[in-house]
């Protein structure tokens, strides 16, 4: 009963901190928007893949890029609660480790699928058409993926001390996560160097995936992009389990 | 005696550092208890030791009667902490900030409303619990922060430096809203501060601490008593020290440079003759004794000298009390 609370709590702070940061929220979708309608649109108006316009084609890409961001940098903003007592204030209630772990998780994932949903919704105006099943198979994708990348920024988040390093992360994990997973390009055909980065980049299965949850085109079955990632949001959420448990 | 906290031999090494050194301490149910020190001199590490936040690397405590090495959740259910930097929610309400609080702590569902009135109630913010703490003065956001740390009604409260950066106004305003608060909650409570003013007026007794050492403990005035009288300061350029190491009330002499500090039992009456046997004088000035003078008898130095990032403003401070 306490713990259940105790994780009611910090998933209720989460979703409080979405709905009154709304800057964020529109931020945060208005760079996916740009990467559609202008790289999608200019590079649209002259190449389509796999049977669809270009810009159609990386929508599936960019939707995971939004979630990639959002996810990992909320994951990371734990350094912030760090530096303030704020977190302190969490870490010294009695609750256990797991469930402080689970709540941010949640509240975290909660907030990234929702943006991700936005972007569904904007798939409309793209001319995507949705069924049922791409619908409830994209929420699954989605929701996998912002779980497995808000442990890797809370595990990222928990043994850095200071701000600086977020940098340092961005360039050197956020970025080389979205260009080698195939949100921009189709994944057949690549040259052996760039195939081994794509094929250890668990980010390219949740994008193969989402395409073929919405697009109905994908390099590998879907059950087995799902299986991929589960198995990386598995290992995450477990690494991250055991990262709060020796926070300070 | 009922003791609130007890600890034995508790230590903590940061690698070849000694943060806090063999601490015994016990402390008394219902009493307001200060660790007076310079930054740095452990305080803190203390506080997060008895409040399971740290491991002591040796030696052991009991908190309400539950060892913090082994019986951890019991120690945290126990306790409120209000931290030394801001630790409310700023995008929050001050009632959210209250209502995650009661969630995390388990506060029974039937209690939380009642709870929450109350405390808002103990530190006059009923009117102001629904605005964003982001609008809070940094007084109110103390209080409410006094308000959180008393919701799931512990029984021992600790407050680690619950003035800082404080003006001095809003600084008396919060020492009423904790004396009063022991008063109806019946709570003990434990203050870290490096503010002497503070720890004299607030505290029933105050554990002196130097390089994670106690130098003394006592009550304030007993430990003022302590220092033999009070403080006689002189400018004065040539000083005749021969004849006021013959009186007896003149307990201690301290020359540095022209100036010439006296340590007199009831200073007031020896005043005339002092001044007529040192000499021609520039200025004098005649006060009490104050905890700076307890710390500088026990370590040889003062609190100030190291007080890091508050030393600056301190000094101005004082500058400005002082005339």
Redesign the interface.
């Known amino acids: ?2 713990e259940l ?2 994780f ?3 998933w ?2 989460e979703m ?2 979405f709905t ?2 709304k800057s964020r929220i529109v931020s945060s979708l208005f760079t996916p928007l740009l990467w559609i309608v202008v790289f999608g649109g200019g590079l649209g108006s002259a190449v389509s893949l796999g049977g669809v316009n270009y810009q159609v084609f990386i929508f599936p890409g960019i939707i995971t890029m939004t979630i990639l961001f959002s996810s990992v940098f909320f994951g990371l903003y734990i350094v912030w609660d760090k530096k ?3 977190f ?8 256990n480790r797991t469930t402080i772990f689970a709540g941010k998780m949640v509240g975290g994932s909660i907030d990234a699928l929702l943006q991700g949903c936005a972007m569904l919704v904007f798939g409309l105006v793209l001319g995507v058409s949705y069924t049922f099943l791409a619908i409830v198979m994209a929420f699954l994708f989605m929701f996998v993926l912002a779980s497995a990348l808000v442990s890797l920024g809370l595990i990222i988040g928990s043994n850095m001390e200071s701000v600086e390093g977020f940098q340092l992360v961005v360039s050197f994990l956020v970025f080389p996560l979205f260009f080698f997973s195939g949100a921009l390009f189709p994944t057949k055909n690549l040259p052996p160097y760039l195939l081994a980065f794509t094929a250890l980049d668990p980010v390219t299965y949740a994008v193969d995936g989402l395409r073929g949850a919405i697009l109905g085109t994908s390099q590998l079955p879907i059950v087995l992009n799902f299986a991929i990632l589960s198995a990386f949001a598995v290992a995450m959420v477990a690494v991250g389990t055991w990262s709060f448990r020796r926070l ?1 | 005696m009922v003791c609130a906290v007890e600890t034995e031999k508790l230590t903590k090494h940061y690698g070849d550092l000694v943060a806090v050194d063999s601490l015994d301490l016990s402390i008394k149910e219902g009493e307001i208890f200060g660790l007076l020190g310079p930054n740095g001199a452990g305080k803190t590490t203390t506080l997060s030791m008895l ?4 491991k002591p690397t040796f030696g052991t405590a009991r908190v309400n009667g539950y060892d913090v090495r082994t019986q951890s ?1 019991l120690v ?2 126990s306790i409120g ?1 209000v ?7 700023d ?2 309400t001050g009632r ?1 900030n209250l ?3 009661a ?4 506060v029974p569902k039937s209690d939380r409303d009642n709870r929450m009135k109350h405390v808002l109630q103990l530190v006059d913010l009923q009117d102001r619990a629904d605005d ?1 703490v982001k609008k809070y003065s940094g007084g109110m956001r103390r209080r409410l922060e006094l308000a ?1 740390g008393l919701l799931h009604n512990p029984r021992v409260l600790f407050l680690d430096e619950p003035t800082l950066g404080l003006d001095p106004q809003t600084r008396e305003h919060i020492w009423d809203y904790i004396e009063n608060l022991v008063k109806e909650e019946k709570v003990t409570v434990i203050v870290t501060t490096h503010y002497m003013d503070e720890a004299d007026q607030l505290c029933d007794r105050v554990a002196i601490i130097d390089h994670g050492k106690i130098v003394a403990l006592d009550a304030p005035s007993v430990l003022k008593a302590n220092v033999g009288g009070d403080i006689i300061r002189l400018r004065t350029r040539k000083p005749k020290l021969e004849s006021l190491k013959e009186m007896d009330y003149v307990h201690s002499i301290d020359q540095s440079g022209s100036t010439l500090s006296l340590t007199v039992e009831n200073a007031s009456a020896h005043l005339q003759e002092i001044l007529g046997h040192v000499g021609e004088v520039d200025s004098v000035e005649v006060r009490s004794a104050t905890l700076n003078d307890v710390f500088l008898k026990f370590t040889g130095h003062e609190i100030r000298e190291e007080s890091g990032e508050g030393g600056v403003f301190e000094r101005i401070a004082k500058a400005r009390s002082g005339r």
Do not use: W
């Not at chain 1, 302190?88 to 209630?93: N, Q």
């Not at chain 2, 931290?83 to 929610?89: C, I, K, V």
């Open positions: 009963m306490g609370e105790g009611y709590a910090l209720y702070r409080k901190v009154r940061e303030i007592d704020f302190k204030e969490v870490l010294v209630a009695p609750l300070k | 409040a399971t936040l740290l959740d945290r259910q902490i931290f030394q930097d801001p630790s409310s929610d995008v929050l959210e209502y995650l609080h969630l995390m702590f388990g964003i959180r």
